[in-house]
């Protein structure tokens, strides 16, 4: 009878601890997982883990802000030909569908052509693909994505994996 207790609380003890480990495993990868989503539709547009700031020697103002769980992040404000303004983020890849055929000019990273960018679900303007204008190059093509477009408020709600791992 004892040694049955003894066991239960073994096994107690065991339940418990690989629920901690469980937990911290989770704490550690989510943010891994964790998308700014399509302001519209709530899809998953950009992995945290996937932005990447690149300057732009036209911006017109530049701030460094913690959005989400992602610190540092560069926000860039620039104004397009029809005097809209736009404040944009950077990455290296996102869930984007290419709404435009590759153009030069009025473009805010010189060197760089750029595509339109829309949401895969709802079409909703997303941003731009930056391509380097020489094919003789190390420089990378690019995304510059529309801040006001993306829902990167309260991150807490946006982990998107796996979702059971809150602190
Ligand atoms: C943003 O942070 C980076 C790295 O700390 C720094 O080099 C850069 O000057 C900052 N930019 C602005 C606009 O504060
Ligand atoms: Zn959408």
Redesign the pocket.
Known sequence: MKRNLLSFFKFIVFFVSSLIINNVIGENSHHLHEYFLCRKCGREIVELSNLK?V?SSVAL????ETLGHKE?V?VQLFKNPQNVFYEVITATQANVFRASQETGGDTWWPGFNWIILGCPQCRQHIGWEYIPQSKNTDEESFLGLVLGNLLYENADELIVLPKSYKS
């Open positions: 700031n300057p103002r530049q701030r460094n540092e560069l």
